[in-house]
């Protein structure tokens, strides 16, 4: 009797286990989702200022669904895009990202890259992930520089180590990125310092959420800064969260809208809408694009 209920026992976990991974693959990682926060950050008396925040796309051909979804939401009418990087993840997606994001190029935008705008995903274990100190490998080129030129063509503010100022709601809009710090590629030095007097609102972007990055960012005064790379734990323990954010930011802040510590300025990090092509799934963590109201302090 004992050894019938150990079998038993075994073909019921088996069964869930088999089951909730055909859910995490098959259908929460389609289960596209629009995260809306207001972030208070505007003088008073300011009329709200609408960000979309698109991060980690990491597309795929043939990827009809996620690119018909992304192109929707040009409906949302934002003032500003910002793309948080890691958009590709084969040498032959870059038509369907541009697929996905035309319908908002006629909106004014910016965008800084990710690790996988450059070199493809590798297969990994993936419990790697919960090792903070596992080595990082990379797979084959991408067309970097085809992305890169299709978003400047679109009127888009490359932000990779770079400082500009955008136009957009009627607004005069500072802005300051890096390159992804997860692999070393920022250089926010060369564009530090502090807020413009002049600007309505200042913005900081960055791929990787990277302590040394925000924090630089925040003592210059950047009111919101923007970021992806979590994907907000991808496989998250409910009623507990994220298990790891692949870099040192907080599990606690692996996706939405925070306080960054010790300073006035607000982070949002996006959960994005990809996952990686090896691992295609995605549990208590739907993917996810935000759009984000500014409103009066």
């Known amino acids: 009797m004992r ?53 980690d796309l990491h597309m795929m051909p043939g990827q009809r669904r996620k690119q018909d ?28 990202v541009l697929r996905a994001l ?28 919960l090792m903070p100190d596992r080595e990082y490998v990379q797979g084959v080129d991408l067309p970097t520089d085809d992305l890169r030129a299709a978003l400047v063509d679109g009127g ?19 802005m300051a990125g890096v390159d992804d710090p997860h692999i070393d590629r920022d250089d926010y ?31 210059d005064g950047f009111a919101l800064m923007l970021a992806g790379h979590t994907h907000g734990g991808q496989v998250c323990v409910p009623f507990v969260g994220a298990l790891t954010t692949n870099c040192d930011l907080p599990t606690s802040m ?12 607000w982070l949002h990090v996006s959960a994005g809408l990809g996952t990686h092509p090896t691992a295609p799934i995605r549990f208590a963590c739907r993917p996810e694009a935000s759009l984000l109201t500014l409103i009066p302090r």
């Open 3 to 55: 050894k019938r209920s150990l079998i038993s026992a075994a073909a019921t976990l088996t069964a869930l286990g088999g089951a909730t991974l055909a859910y995490a693959s098959l259908v929460e990682r389609n289960m596209f989702t629009l995260r809306r926060f207001d972030v208070p950050v505007l003088e008073p008396d300011s009329e709200p200022l609408r960000i979309l925040h698109l991060s």
């Open 69 to 96: 979804w992304v192109a929707a939401l040009g409906g949302t009418d934002p003032d500003l895009v910002v793309v948080t990087g890691d958009n590709l993840s084969d040498p032959e997606a870059v038509p369907g």
């Open 102 to 129: 035309d319908p908002l190029l006629g909106v004014p935008g910016a965008f800084v890259f990710g690790s996988n705008d450059y070199r493809g995903p590798v297969f990994k274990n993936p419990l790697t992930y």
């Open 156 to 174: 888009w503010a490359d932000l990779n180590n770079a400082r500009t100022v955008v136009k957009a709601g009627g607004r005069s809009i500072e």
């Open 189 to 219: 030095p060369s564009v530090a310092g502090p807020i413009s007097p002049g600007a309505d609102l200042h913005l900081g972007v960055t791929h990787t959420p990277a302590s040394r990055v925000l924090d630089a960012m925040a003592a």
């Open 254 to 265: 692996a996706k939405g809208l925070h306080r960054w510590p010790g300073s006035d300025s």
